[in-house]
């Protein structure tokens, strides 16, 4: 069994008098600090490098916490040891006869899963196991996958982090934070993930995620992480932007367009795809072009309208085919004119599903986001489309997934799940 150390458990009485040592006299920087309901207790982080110092104090007359002060008075209070799958260590722990406090995981501070050693067992020390949360795997690298003739090519802009409360809409914390675990300021990763179509000699493209215009005060509020970006993720596919034919837009808000024009030479806002010709909904476009107080964060004026003065910009309509297959068709809900996009080729059907599923976290039908204007709208298509989704097997892609870019969705036993294929 293999074990690092995670962190110190001290016992304190006066969490200020403590602080006032261990922060401001040994400058120990103040990490997070949580209440762990179950066990009355407040637990305060300091940041020692590769491990940290848990400051605990009981928050009730009958926690643990509070007897072991009573009883000893504050101090040394736990080491806890790091492992990657506590089930495995309790079992070995067991099959040594040694006697656990825990003998099966509980919830701990962070999303942990901890159990506690009896300190009889371990010569006086009372230990923790810990299991930290799990970290979320980000996908950065190009995913590939022929559909009947159609070449589909997966890229990513980085990562953007929004809020996680946003996100999820109505839904608890408690039911998404383990799919996809939020930092300290409740802010969850994202993906951007354009999507490009070979079909009938074209190239297109899908969105283009945020591009490279974002302010340095906006980058610090969505965490950006774009130290692998689009440019990178084209040379990777072996695609330069003088390839793109075509570029679709799903909507216009700026996670999804932002890339569509750069800043050129001469400082002016160009066209990102110097030969492309670019498509938009209509009614998309006159109210990104037309915003109010509830969407003009979203709608970046840079991002479309130098599209339009250049000339290359096509307007069309509800399930406009914009090259032979690829279609338009209508969602609403996250905008009223949201689109995804629909590939078809050879008897098989891929969608590029945008906002309506930003995740794969994102299938089931009520888990819909608060940024949507018309939530009820959202979630009357997804009922829908998640049932025509299993039954005519489309592969579907996670615009915005950290951790997958595309799969299939399944249903066994009453249950929806995804198969990842990218
Ligand atoms: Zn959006
Ligand atoms: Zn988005």
């Known amino acids: 069994m293999k074990a690092i150390l995670d962190h110190v458990g001290i016992a304190v009485s006066d969490l200020q008098a403590s602080l006032a040592f261990f922060k401001d006299v040994l400058g120990l920087h103040v990490e997070a600090s949580e209440t762990i309901v179950s066990q009355r207790v407040r637990a305060t982080f300091l940041n020692t490098g590769q491990s940290t110092l848990e400051m605990l104090e009981a928050t009730a007359p009958d926690s643990p916490i509070a007897r072991f002060v009573e009883k000893r008075g504050p101090g040394l209070h736990h080491v806890a040891l790091r492992v990657d799958d506590i089930a495995a260590a309790i079992a070995h722990l067991k099959s040594r006869g040694i006697r656990l406090i825990d003998e099966q995981p509980r919830p701990g501070a962070e999303g942990a899963l901890v159990a506690f050693i009896h300190p009889s067992a371990s010569h006086g020390v009372l230990v923790e196991l810990k299991q930290p949360a799990p970290k979320v795997e980000m996908l950065t690298t190009v995913g590939r996958h022929t559909l009947g003739e159609v070449e589909l090519i997966s890229l990513s802009d980085g990562f953007i982090s929004l809020d996680g409360g946003a996100m999820f809409g109505v839904v608890p914390r408690t039911l998404w934070e383990r799919r996809l675990p939020p930092d300290d300021s409740n802010r969850i990763p994202l993906g951007m993930r354009p999507l490009i179509v070979r079909t009938g000699g074209k190239t297109v493209i899908i969105d283009a995620g945020c591009g ?140 590029f599903t945008a906002d309506m599923y930003p995740t794969a976290v994102h299938i089931p039908d009520p888990w819909v986001m608060g940024y949507d204007l018309y939530p009820m709208d959202t979630l009357a298509f997804k009922r829908a489309f998640a049932q025509e989704a299993v039954e005519r097997e489309y592969l579907l892609f996670f615009e915005h997934d950290p951790s997958m870019a595309a799969g299939y969705l399944r249903e066994k036993d009453g249950k929806r799940f995804v198969e990842r294929i990218i």
């Not at 800043?263 to 492309?276: E, I, M, N, Q, T």
């Not at 130098?306 to 090259?323: F, M, N, R, S």
């Open 212 to 351: 490279d215009k974002m302010d340095a005060k906006s980058a610090q509020i969505y965490k950006l992480d774009r130290r692998y970006h689009l440019d990178h993720s084209l040379a990777e596919a072996g695609v330069s932007a003088e390839d793109i034919d075509i570029v679709i837009a799903s909507h216009l808000h700026f996670d999804h367009v932002g890339g569509f024009t750069a800043v050129g030479k001469d400082g002016s806002l160009v066209p990102r795809f110097p030969k492309a010709k670019y498509f938009a909904h209509r009614a998309e476009w006159e109210d990104a072009t037309h915003p109010h107080e509830r969407n003009r964060a979203s709608y970046l004026q840079e991002n479309f309208v130098p599209l339009k003065d250049a000339g290359v910009l096509t307007l069309v309509d509800d399930a406009a085919e914009i090259v032979p297959g690829v279609r338009y068709r209508r969602s609403g809900g996250h905008t009223a004119n949201h689109q995804v996009v629909t590939i078809e080729s050879g008897g098989r059907t891929a969608v």
